[in-house]
């Protein structure tokens, strides 16, 4: 499993979170929600003045909505694949 977060230093921007993976070996052991959970705590120890941004798989909107993210954009494409820009703002549970 993996996740990266990027961040412009000394800019509005929020920190984006990245390629959120886990392996399909792993799937359905709740690795996503662990790793999302450490990445989100992350975030706010080193960044906690900024909101967070991801691009998220369409199908997995309900699962990033339960972080606290919401839906910023359209879907569009990516690779393919159905996407939604999601965000999420400062100082969410």
């Known amino acids: 499993a993996s996740a990266s977060a990027l961040i ?3 800019e509005p921007d929020p920190v ?3 390629r959120v993976i886990v392996s399909d070996a792993w799937r359905g ?3 996503g929600q662990q790793l999302m959970a ?3 705590e992350s975030c706010g120890r080193h960044w906690p003045d900024k909101p ?3 691009g998220a798989q369409a199908h997995l909107q309900p699962f990033y909505a339960r972080f606290g993210f ?3 954009t359209d879907v569009y494409d ?3 694949i159905p996407h939604r820009g999601m965000a999420r703002e400062v100082h969410q549970a």
Do not use: F
Request: proline share 5%; charged share 30%.
């Open 52 to 54: 967070l941004y991801l």
């Open 78 to 80: 990516e690779d393919g």
């Open 38 to 40: 450490k990445t989100l």
């Open 70 to 72: 919401i839906p910023v």
């Open 29 to 31: 052991a709740k690795l």
């Open 16 to 18: 984006v979170i990245g």
């Open 8 to 10: 412009r230093e000394n």
